[in-house]
């Protein structure tokens, strides 16, 4: 029996979805070669990833080519070439080789004397060359020499996911048409047309999931569908198709991206434990967070409110640098709880005119919400805040020692930090702790190597590592050496004042640049 990709598989040009640019170029190479009596070109090579209808368009222009009415753009479909076409491997003169397993150059070289042969039954004899990229180097410099002078009898039809691995020399010879990955929209509809013609009833939301999932792959759309109508007896639910692909409810999603957005840390880990007992493919449930996340992004970008966009435009980006994380870890439910986390903990931008309207800094900072699980702190009076905590204790190390006891810190959580983070210390130049501020200072030579610091300076994860082997510490701070003089954000992060104006908001330097 066949499957539903082989049973509704693409019989002529207008049956191909998502392809039209390739689709209308071919139609019209076929109609003037109908009014001329001959084909004008007779090596073609169609590109594009998997699933998109590059192998069946090759038997369609088979079939266009030697249909008793072609050539064609519509071929009958019932003469015996066009019925031919459906089982290439008993029809004489349609060769379909995969390059895959005849890749060597005596392959090829037998291929270049059996294009001599005429047509045995039709008009041409089509070579259909799957997976062309394949090929050994000895091989395409042999098919080059049949693609340069071809006999007037033969076309050739090169498929491939790898354009870039096909040489030069080849794609010079040859017409490309580019497969392009199919809209979800269109593969819904194609998903729908087919369920009708099975007589399968559905869920509206359950066959979007399953074009989602196709991932722009026609032909991978129609495999999960198979695989859930069988599981559905003859109808598609939704929860059926998440539980088929390993697709958290989305319900758990919703409930988690709210944890993060309104900062309640406690909430992230009890959807994270949840979520676990689940069973969950956490780099699937990722992509559907992001996606929510970036749905709610464009949401809050429509309303115009640009503080709450860009909170949100920071919180997205911090979880999407964690993605290549997620990917190698040997525990990701750990890197999924530690980065969702992190996010629900930054803190909320403040308007400068809502500060400059309050009379700055001076006025005491906005009201934050206490971190869960985190102890109530007293009050510190508006005037105290420029000022260095005196209670801070002034630690009676060396700088050797200072390096060293940030290195074992640092070395100690390369579960959850970055390996490179522990090197760092002996790296700085001159590494101090004072008022509750650890500096690096490194020269110009090391920038590159210290970028991972710099990036995860405000992290508190890696604030609360370092503060177990330095009491009292509160921030990190970056200084780079240069002769050309120091950056603007490290100018910023000197300069007293301005300090005081991040402390009083609780914000960050994200990005510097000059207005011209």
Request: proline share 7%; aromatic share 4%; glycine share 6%.
């Amino acid at each position: 029996m066949n499957t539903l990709a082989l049973k509704y598989r693409p019989r002529v040009l207008a049956d191909l979805v998502g392809q039209e640019a390739s689709v209308k170029a071919l139609s019209n190479a076929l109609r003037r070669a109908q009014s001329t009596g001959r084909i004008h070109h007779q090596a073609f090579l169609f590109a594009g990833v998997r699933g998109t209808g590059k192998t069946s368009s090759a038997r369609i222009m088979a079939r266009s080519l030697n249909c008793i009415h072609g050539p064609t753009p519509e071929p009958c479909g019932v003469c015996d070439p066009c019925r031919a076409t459906e089982q290439p491997d008993l029809n004489l003169d349609i060769i379909e080789i995969d390059a895959a397993s005849r890749a060597s150059v005596e392959d090829a070289r037998a291929l270049r004397e059996q294009v001599q042969t005429r047509p045995a039954f039709c008009r041409y004899r089509v070579y259909i060359i799957d997976e062309v990229h394949m090929l050994s180097r000895s091989a395409f410099d042999a098919l080059l020499k049949i693609l340069e002078e071809p006999p007037a009898h033969a076309v050739f039809v090169l498929a491939t996911t790898e354009l870039q691995d096909v040489p030069d020399t080849i794609k010079s010879r040859v017409q490309i048409y580019p497969f392009r990955l199919i809209p979800v929209g269109l593969i819904q509809g194609r998903l729908e047309a087919v369920c009708k013609a099975e007589g399968v009833t559905w869920d509206e939301a359950s066959l979007r999931l399953v074009a989602e999932a196709g991932q722009g792959s026609m032909r991978d759309a129609l495999t999960t569908l198979d695989r859930v109508i069988a599981a559905g007896d003859g109808h598609v639910r939704e929860d059926l198709v998440r539980e088929q692909l390993g697709i958290v409810p989305a319900v758990q999603v919703q409930q988690t991206l709210a944890a993060v957005l309104a900062g309640d840390a406690g909430g992230v880990l009890d959807q994270c434990a949840a979520l676990a007992s689940l069973g969950t493919d956490w780099v699937s449930f990722w992509k559907e967070l992001m996606l929510a996340f970036r749905d709610h992004l464009e949401r809050e970008a429509r309303k115009g409110s640009p503080q709450e966009t860009l909170r949100l435009a920071r919180a997205l980006h911090l979880l999407l640098q964690r993605e290549r994380d997620l990917r190698d870890a040997s525990l990701p439910q750990v890197v999924v709880e530690l980065a969702l986390v992190t996010a629900a903990q930054l803190p909320h931008l403040v308007s400068l005119d809502a500060l400059v309207r309050s009379g700055g800094p001076a006025s005491g900072p906005p009201p934050r919400r206490p971190e869960a699980g985190a102890a109530p702190r007293a009050a510190v009076p508006p005037a105290a805040v420029p000022a260095a905590p005196a209670s801070l204790p002034a630690l009676p190390v060396s700088e050797e020692e200072l390096k060293q006891r940030c290195s074992d810190a640092l070395r100690a959580a390369q579960g959850t930090l970055s390996r490179t983070l522990s090197s760092l210390p002996h790296l700085a130049s001159r590494l101090s702790f004072e008022g509750g501020t650890l500096r690096f200072h490194f020269g110009p030579n090391v920038r590159n190597s210290a970028q991972e610091l710099e990036r995860e300076q405000a992290n508190p994860h890696l604030i609360s590592v370092l503060r177990a082997a330095l009491p009292g510490l509160q921030r990190v701070a970056l200084t780079f050496e240069s002769a050309a003089g120091q950056r603007p954000e490290d100018v910023l992060k000197e300069d007293p004042a301005f300090q005081r104006l991040l402390q009083a908001v609780g914000g960050e330097i994200t990005q510097v640049r000059r207005e011209p």
